[in-house]
């Protein structure tokens, strides 16, 4: 939690008040298109953690760490891909998208060739075009692969909710 002292400008007033901050978490989701296969299908993991289910490739910003390249690290620890970001997509903040704890997502799309590998915190994956999805997947990566799907098919980008 981030403490700030701040002073209170009010003249009648010469205490200082104490204001916590409490912000959500930020962390990544990469979207991989894998663009040496047919259809480029994406890849998702199995998580070895809870909350148990499929997800899209992604984690925690590390402090100092650009979300470029917490994207790219987070592929290559969970998948073990070199990733090229192609786009930042949208950013995912509803406060309940994460059961564990407030956080916020910036989704990116990226390219990828060659054979995905399961590691870090992913038990599995898989390498799924859009009508082959899992139906259990975490978090709100449903709502993130619906979003996906009408901008890659019809270049519909996701409103705001």
Request: proline letters at 7%; hydrophobic letters at 35%; aromatic letters at 10%.
């Amino acid at each position: 939690m981030l403490s700030i002292c701040l002073l209170n400008n009010n003249p009648k007033s010469t205490r200082n008040q104490r204001v916590n901050y409490r912000n959500p978490a930020p962390t990544v989701d990469i979207i991989i298109e894998l663009i040496d296969r047919p259809g480029r299908p994406i890849v998702l993991i199995e998580r070895k953690n809870e909350p148990f289910g499929w997800a899209i490739p992604g984690g925690f910003v590390d402090y100092g760490e650009s979300i470029e390249t917490s994207a790219i690290r987070e592929a290559q620890e969970e998948v073990s891909l070199k990733v090229e970001l192609i786009e930042q997509f949208y950013v995912y903040s509803d406060p309940k998208r994460d059961t564990r704890q407030h956080t916020l997502a910036i989704a990116f799309i990226a390219t990828a060739k060659g054979q995905p590998v399961a590691a870090d915190d992913a038990k599995s994956l898989g390498v799924f075009h859009q009508w082959e999805l899992p139906s259990n997947l975490c978090f709100d990566h449903d709502c993130i692969m619906s979003d996906y799907w009408n901008y890659r098919n019809y270049g519909l980008r996701p409103r705001i909710y």
